[in-house]
């Protein structure tokens, strides 16, 4: 029988203390969580009185070093991911880091070869991968079903968020702790999904705005317009300061489209390509005949557990990544792409220059200013996932 | 009792046919058609065997100064219309135009301001302004139901359209036949209804795509970012290439937001203001009640005959008109300055430089090609209203 995962997590505030408590509860098979490590002496209090038996550490590289983990999950600030799945990739220590990758692509491709050398098994925590609705409709799209991408819509701004939530803690909605603001933090998964299921724009426009709903100095909208090779179209809209929000996805293709709305994913589907038939036709605005499926998620995804279930099992028996690590470059990508678009009023080609959104983030870091509202308050919610992290419809 | 109303239709191509079928079968109460005219000889042979006893022209200055109409309907090509509604108005003849109201806007102005002097009464049939659901909108929007606008988004693209229908007429999808593609065609009312429910925004940034699905040299496919004064966005898509296509709007307010797809408007009210609420709450993310009803299009909208009717109540009763023809610029505005957008590879404000957007324009038709598809057919459907007119869910 395969050797269990000893795992340790590194960051358990409220994201990394849901993934304790989960392989604590041995809801992942395989898995034994055996340390966890925070630089906060609450949190470690916490993990004291609740993960009996777990060692704790206030040092992310005694953990790595302690010779007690096989594989770490890395739920720390933004900005730490590729230091720590770094060290720990050298150090032959698999790796599941939280999204984002990092904050930019640079320090994230550099990651990614290191990852890459060290022959670590490394997963990023895209849990919305895991969405029966998303897997179908991107099944759906990549054997050409829907033909040759048209166009691409998602109207993603059910990511409300109140004043409080901004400043419950000094790096959230700030350039230095989070990179970014709905971007970086909200949408991730959003960004993911949506290259997973199409693939890569080759440019990108987008329009951000600064606070426009709280007092921050990141952005809390943003539109994304983006161009695919085949002259495919892609609009990417979100907000944290709409109620009660929408998420709706939209995907034309040559051969039909597919919508994801409420939980429910529809697929009306042509018999022949639209192109040929827009050539040949003689009818100027024919009714054409079309097969339409809908297909209704009874069930929640496997979600986080999911993740961790397949990170276990890629290192105990080989099993292909849902999501590898190195795939947290994409979405973080669209999200540099955006914001340099934002910054420079114009379009942005992909792959991004990687040294010129650096130079430009540093521009931005250096010129912001002090976070407008003061830290209200804390959560209180530890050790449990948060349906807020699951997809809402 | 209030005197007849003897119409005249300028123009009695698919439009204007439909438009004088009408008023000869006396579907408008206190109309009478009394003349009708083309430069198309055929078209007049269809009028003498369909339309008896009307007065047939060939020149529309005869028919103006014929004394006896005292109102026309004009349905020739764009570029027409304002030339033919000025000489109206001159004539001291109420006057009925087809949208768009021209293909620019300083035209445009010209002819509303000697409308405004002429006195007559001038109307446009943006015939999708009897919506029942657009209206309903409007109404909620503009006392205040769904706040301060947030967000205004619309995927109107069931305009499906094949190579035939462009190939139908020599006119059709060019600069100089009809001064742009889809924005200029199938989505003057699209626009108009925009504006109409929530005011003009401030300014644009639009993509336009040449020929994407078509040979031809204008944009069948069209994204339009739009901001307003208060920060609010608006973001408007369309095209001719896609089947079956959506149309779905979204408006996004401080008080709830409103969703219209399918012949369905949604709306969805908040208790408080969500901008006070923001600021105020403890919560993070909170679930806030709202109130949601629904209403569903059950009768088809009075359309073209609507605004007939309209018209003529308006010269008989002095009626107020529902689509005032000075109202015809703020949707030729839009349409307008993303093209000058387009063009510039920048934002445009609004309103538009007007002799800005003429230049732009004349270069355009300067450096026009040849349509790439020879004419293939004609349409035989005359003297009918066509489905392609009505809101089409």
Wanted: with cysteine; net charge negative; proline share 4%.
């Amino acid at each position: 029988m395969e050797q269990i995962v000893n795992i340790g997590v590194v960051g358990i505030g409220n994201m990394g203390s849901a993934h304790g408590m989960s392989l604590y509860k041995n809801k992942v098979k395989g898995c034994k969580l055996v340390a966890v490590c925070d630089s906060d002496e609450k949190r470690l209090q916490w993990a004291k009185s609740n993960l009996k038996g777990v060692k704790c550490f206030n040092d992310y590289h005694e953990l790595i070093n302690s010779g007690i983990v096989n594989a770490i999950v890395v739920a720390t600030p933004h900005p730490m991911h590729p230091v720590i799945v770094e060290e720990a990739c050298k150090n032959g220590i698999h790796v599941l880091t939280e999204k984002p990758a990092g904050v930019d692509v640079k320090t994230v491709a550099h990651m990614n070869q290191v990852a890459k050398e060290s022959g670590v098994v490394f997963s990023i925590m895209y849990n919305q991968r895991t969405n029966p609705l998303y897997t179908e409709l991107r099944r759906v799209f990549q054997n050409g079903d829907l033909g040759q991408l048209v166009r691409f819509n998602w109207i993603i701004n059910n990511w409300y968020r109140t004043d409080a939530y901004y400043a419950s803690g000094d790096w959230r909605a700030t350039w230095d702790g989070e990179g970014g603001g709905v971007l970086m933090n909200q949408c991730p998964h959003n960004l993911d999904i949506w290259q997973w299921i199409t693939g890569m724009p080759i440019r990108i426009r987008a329009f951000c705005h600064k606070g426009l709903f709280h007092p921050i100095d990141v952005e809390d909208s943003a539109e994304i317009f983006a161009e695919y090779e085949n002259g495919a179209i892609g609009i990417f809209q979100t907000s944290t300061g709409e109620y009660p929000g929408t998420n709706r996805m939209e995907i034309s293709g040559t051969r039909g489209k597919a919508v994801i709305e409420n939980g429910k994913l529809t697929i009306t589907l042509l018999k022949e390509d639209l192109m040929e038939y827009t050539k040949n036709s003689k009818e100027f605005m024919p009714k054409i005949d079309v097969d339409e499926r809908t297909i209704i998620q009874e069930e929640p995804e496997s979600a986080h557990i999911g993740i961790l279930q397949n990170f276990s099992n890629a290192i105990r028996k080989g099993e292909p990544l849902l999501s590898p690590g190195e795939e947290g470059i994409y979405g973080l990508s669209l999200a540099n792409a955006a914001y340099l678009s934002w910054w420079k009023n114009d379009f942005v080609n992909l792959p991004l220059d990687e040294d010129e959104y650096l130079h430009f983030l540093q521009s931005i870091k250096n010129s912001n200013h002090e976070k407008h509202i003061k830290t209200l308050c804390e959560d209180g919610s530890y050790g449990e996932y948060s349906n807020r992290w699951k997809v809402k419809w």
